[in-house]
């Protein structure tokens, strides 16, 4: 049986932290951008505050994009959503992110360790569980969420968990790695390659799609790679230009003029 947040047709587009170079990252704004825009799926980047409220937010501090300074999770969450994102609107929490849009699913990024209780406690409601994908580098916070949820949560890949994919994809039968892969539903969610291998390929591609896992590219903003990868049969693709990446997917879905 698919997980609710696998049953979208592809091809996907993912708005990377609501559409970064089009709206202000992590806002209430961006995310109704992507969402006028067609866009079910958003990616986006969890922080905990110092009293456990997990806030949608990318970095570390707030001094990067807001007019306030100071570590998210040394500060309360009174504090943080004092402060402004583009010096126009506050900081919010993910309970507040999924009441404004409940029809969106979202891609959540556990940035720290000190936000997968908070985030645990929120995935207790199941209504939840359906729209949101867990993703995080940190093996071990997925493996929480996974040992916490079972197959009701769908979650990303950790850079180690592709490493074996990439592995398997290579060695085919002769890998003997499976077992260190999640058995529940799952996103392949990876670069198109690292500094030094190339990730994305119709082998990788299709090992993924041997385990009922979608293959989503991350962070892709020019039409032509847009294409290219498609092509290659990914399933999704995250961007911070989600008006390039619409374009792109209206344009697959033409039927082409007889030659």
Known sequence: MTHPYLD?????GLAHRGGAREAPENSLRAFRRAVTLGYQYIETDIRATADGVPVVFHDESLDRV????????????????????????????????LDHFPDVR?????????AVAPVLALLRRADHRERVCVASFSRNRLLAVREAFGESVCTGLAPSEVAVLLSHSRL???????RLLPRGPACVQVPPRTTRVRVVTPAFVDAAHARGWPVHVWTIDEAEQMHALFDLGVDGIMTDRPSVLRSVMDQRKRPHSPS
Do not use: C, M, W, Y
């Not at 979208?8 to 996907?12: C, I, N, S, T, V």
């Not at 959503?81 to 919010?92: D, L, P, Q, S």
């Not at 979202?106 to 000190?114: A, Q, R, V």
């Not at 085919?172 to 499976?178: C, E, L, S, T, W």
């Open 8 to 12: 979208a047709e592809p091809p996907l």
């Open 66 to 97: 807001t007019e306030r300074v100071g570590r998210i999770r040394d500060l309360p969450f009174e504090e943080v959503k004092k402060a402004h994102i583009g010096n126009a609107e506050r900081v919010h929490s993910l309970q507040e992110v």
């Open 106 to 114: 979202f891609n959540i990024d556990i940035k720290e360790d000190n």
């Open 172 to 178: 085919g039968r002769a890998f003997a790695g499976g």
